[in-house]
């Protein structure tokens, strides 16, 4: 009973604080499989000039795999909040399925999806390439 009602005034007490996640870091669903073969997405959302304070100088660097890996892709970030929206420059073979991600970030992972595919969850880790 006291452990469920410590776990209630830590949950309460976060809440109460604002406390949002990192809003940036690399998220990774890369993986090799047993062909050698490279499939997922990586993205890296870093910020830019902080002494320009604000939310509108985010970038990302961006991988898309669906066997063969992209080349890294340089992406604009607009942030609200928790709501992210990246845009990469248009792209050829190997490519990812947009030039747009939106998704949101999370303590642990980025959800979101590029362009109207399906729903992506990228856990938030070192990178594939580490």
Do not use: H
């Amino acid at each position: 009973m006291k452990i469920l009602r410590i776990s209630l005034l830590l949950i309460a007490l976060l809440l109460l604080t604002g406390c949002q996640p990192r809003k940036t870091g690399i998220f990774s669903s890369l993986d090799m499989d047993k062909t050698g073969l490279v499939f997922g997405y990586e993205i890296f959302i870093l910020q830019g000039d902080r002494t320009n304070g604000g939310e509108s100088d985010y970038y990302a660097i961006v991988q898309c795999a669906n066997g063969s890996v992209s080349p890294p892709l340089m992406g604009q970030v607009a942030m609200a909040s928790d709501q992210v929206t990246v845009t990469i420059q248009e792209q050829g073979p190997p490519r990812c399925p947009a030039s747009k991600f939106i998704g949101t970030v999370g303590f642990k992972e980025l959800t979101g999806k590029f362009g109207n595919g399906q729903e992506l969850v990228l856990p938030r880790k070192d990178s594939f390439w580490q």
